[in-house]
């Protein structure tokens, strides 16, 4: 039953999830109404949700315009989904504009495949990550996509390896204007910006460690199946899978060296897995077990998110 609701694209399925993320996205910034007493911190509640909106629709247009899913609405589910197991990130102003820009930088990644403009779309993937660096630094990790995307697709051109070093220069411009007009402290910024804690002992209560324990669960199981079915899928978008795993390890690796260490730093993680998870749904198996599927997931995301508030 819930596998139909989504099995088809319609904007019906769409409007479904829009209303869902409102409905959660009010019940956690309604715990504390201080916000609405200021015009603008009303604008900034608005406008975090747009943006995560946007990431969750830019991640549907990444697996329909390149193909690595049917005609079906469960890659937003999943993303919206993924999403609950967090609820205090829906007020991490940084991490969701970091993602946002990766977001928009692994859809050109990702369309690099059809090797038409590959040099606009390397440039510009780089700059959309030197720019979601500024708000959370070690988000620069993901540069290491666009070399491996280079590698499994234009490395002959020499031209293509200079690109992302131009495009840095670019973003430092950039940052360096912003600095010059605000009266920003560039060294102290880069001094606190790039730290790194290895340590996972942030938890302040033990639901957050549930929720975290059950999110590595359920990403382990998806990446399991994955690589279980990866020789299944066409050849064709077998570079586009890869670079969808490495975008997911290469968010695990945010997480683990990232300094105010907090759940929400998976959120790097929730578009390439909810892409897998999309993925696994989809094989040709069993309907009762795609809704028990569904069904333990959507349980595990509401017990996180109604266990945090």
Not at 7 to 34: C, G, R
Not at 65 to 88: C, H, I, M, R
Not at 169 to 184: G, S
Request: net charge positive; aromatic share 20%; glycine share 2%.
């Amino acid at each position: 039953m819930i596998t139909s609701v989504f099995k088809k694209s319609t904007p019906l399925n769409f409007s479904l999830v829009v209303i869902l993320m409102l409905v959660f996205f009010s019940i956690y910034q309604f715990q504390d109404l201080s916000w609405t007493n200021s015009v603008l911190l009303i604008l900034k509640k608005g406008m975090l949700f747009c943006i995560l909106l946007a990431s969750i629709f830019i991640t549907n247009f990444v697996v329909k315009k390149n193909g690595l899913s049917k005609d079906s609405a469960y890659t937003v589910f999943f993303y919206f989904l993924f999403l609950l197991f967090f609820p205090s990130l829906l007020e991490n102003t940084n991490l969701i504009f970091s993602n946002f820009f990766i977001l928009l930088a692994l859809r050109r990644l990702i369309s690099l495949q059809s090797l038409k403009a590959s040099k606009e779309k390397i440039f510009d993937a780089s700059l959309w990550i030197f720019l979601a660096s500024l708000f959370h630094f070690w988000s620069i990790i993901f540069i290491i996509l666009v070399f491996i995307s280079i590698i499994f697709h234009v490395s002959r051109d020499y031209r293509n390896w200079f690109l992302p070093f131009i495009a840095f220069f670019t973003a430092a411009i950039i940052f360096l204007l912003y600095a010059a007009v605000f009266n920003v402290n560039v060294l102290e910024y880069v001094t606190r910006s790039v730290t790194m804690d290895f340590n996972i002992d942030y938890f302040t209560n033990n639901y957050q460690n549930a929720a975290f324990s059950i999110y590595a669960t359920i990403a382990l199981f998806f990446v399991v199946s994955m690589f279980a079915t990866f020789s299944h899928r066409p050849q064709l978008l077998h570079v586009s899978f890869k670079k969808i795993v490495a975008s997911f390890f290469i968010g695990i690796v945010i997480f683990l060296i990232s300094s105010n260490k907090s759940n929400g730093l998976l959120l790097f993680t929730f578009a390439p897995l909810a892409i897998m998870a999309t993925s696994h749904i989809e094989i040709v198996q069993l309907k009762l077990k795609q809704e028990i599927v569904l069904f333990v997931f959507i349980l595990c995301s509401l017990f996180a998110f109604f266990s945090q508030l």
